[in-house]
């Protein structure tokens, strides 16, 4: 376990109740607005939290009748936001399947040395049909080809960021000479599929290179956070099923001769938070009201492998019910593991279902009181589950500031985490040597 606990944030807009932006308070045009994303980042700072989080998807939301989804390009949005802060990381989203990757680790490599070291990239292989025809294909590629190129394509990236040597700057303005070529080099890949030469025209950011993330829980993520995350964003209803992930993300660093102690944990955790515990619940029900049902139904029978219209709200699910994924189904094995292990200890309607994932996909909710929640957290944490957690408000717009202000001095207090940033970069924050430079202490670059 790790010695601290680390906590970021997801900025998802309204929240994790997609429909709360019909709740007082919140306006419909806060996906969009740039105020919005900053004022939020500048609540995470003033809770000393590790990173803000920004999922992103390459193909408008089949939900868009109800809820709005992040319109911004994250990368873009989070260079706004981020500025004027000065310790939060940054983690946006970007999915390996219809990028390139020089213009990806040129766009990524930007934002780390624009946020001077704070910045990280998610990684994501897309699977929606939608996104596939916004890119000129028929249909997705199947699963493990998905994952075929994103291990390549990481390969690449990391490739490209790790370039330029720590010293290839010389700037000596004596003699005019600025930098060193022979410092510097590309990758001169051509592999399946990709061929790149290189280098990026970039030099190394304050922490080394940006962070690398991965969310995926099938066979392919796995292996691909086993290879090169630094932080694996994973779903978990159950403490056993949380455990059990983290050992085997673990074991797979260290199959790759990587140090399993570099590789964290980071848990989803929606939360409702009130100064009581009547006041969440009431927050919780005025939150569960926003979600379209009918919808929602749907979305839950694909997510769990049934036909669109096989469930009623009512109909009371049991683990041996779900059907067993087909190969190549486009459906989250995170979300599967996890609802089958809530499933195994309890069954439940598929209306129960719908209200504890928040409409959504899958994470643990969390309703009560700052205390009640840091009990939670504190537990999750001291039994090896997890390094931490990607905190989701229910409804971001008060929740955030409510988890911050409620939450965090509890878990201050118990001596769980900071109380100030010690640290300039993600990686420090994170307790994470700078990468390709193990030896050091932050690495300062100055251009210019």
Known sequence: MSSSLHLNISLLTPGHFRGSWRVAGNSPGDFVDPAHFRRLIRIAERGHLDAVFVGDSPALSGDIAHAPQLGLDPVV?????????????????????????????????????LTRGRAG??????????????????????????????????????????????????????????????????????GEWFSVEGPLPLPRSPQGRPLLVQAGASEGGLALAGKYADLVFSAAQTVDVARTLREDIRARAAAHGRDPDRVKISTG????????????????VELRETIPLE????????????????????????????????????????????????????????????????????????????????????????????????????????????????VVPHLVARGLF?????????????????????????????VG
């Open 77 to 113: 949005m989070l260079a706004d936001a981020a500025a004027g802060t000065e310790h939060i990381g940054v983690i946006a989203t970007g999915s390996s399947t219809y990028n390139d990757p020089y213009n990806l680790a040129r766009r990524y490599l930007s934002l780390d040395h």
């Open 418 to 446: 900071r109380d100030e940033y010690t640290h300039r970069t993600l990686r420090g924050n994170l307790g994470l040597e700078l990468a390709g430079t193990e030896d050091h202490a932050d690495l300062d670059i100055t």
């Open 295 to 406: 919808p929602a139904l749907r979305q839950l029978a694909a997510q769990l492998g049934f036909d669109e219209n096989a469930l009623e709200l009512d109909t009371v699910l049991r683990a041996g019910d779900l059907p067993q994924p087909a190969s190549g189904a486009p459906r989250s094995a995170g979300f599967s593991a996890s609802t089958h292990a809530l499933l195994a200890e309890k069954p439940h309607t598929a209306r129960e279902l719908i209200h504890r994932f928040a409409g959504g996909a899958g994470h643990q909710l969390a309703v009560g009181t700052g205390e009640q929640i840091a009990d939670r957290i504190e537990a999750w944490f001291r039994s090896g589950a997890t390094d931490g957690f990607t905190i989701m408000p229910g409804e971001v717009g008060s929740g955030l500031e409510a988890f911050v202000e409620q």
């Open 269 to 284: 955790l929606i939360t409702v938070v009130g100064g009581t515990e009547e006041e969440a619940r009431r927050r919780e």
């Open 121 to 190: 990239w998610n990684v994501v292989t897309t699977q929606l049909p939608s996104a596939s025809a916004n890119f000129g294909y028929a249909e997705p590629p199947e699963k493990t080809e998905r994952y075929r190129r994103a291990d390549e394509f990481v390969e690449v990236v990391t490739a490209l960021w790790n370039g330029w040597d720590t010293d290839a700057v010389v700037g000596d303005a004596a003699s005019g000479r600025f930098a060193d070529p022979g410092r510097i080099r590309g990758p001169r890949h051509h």
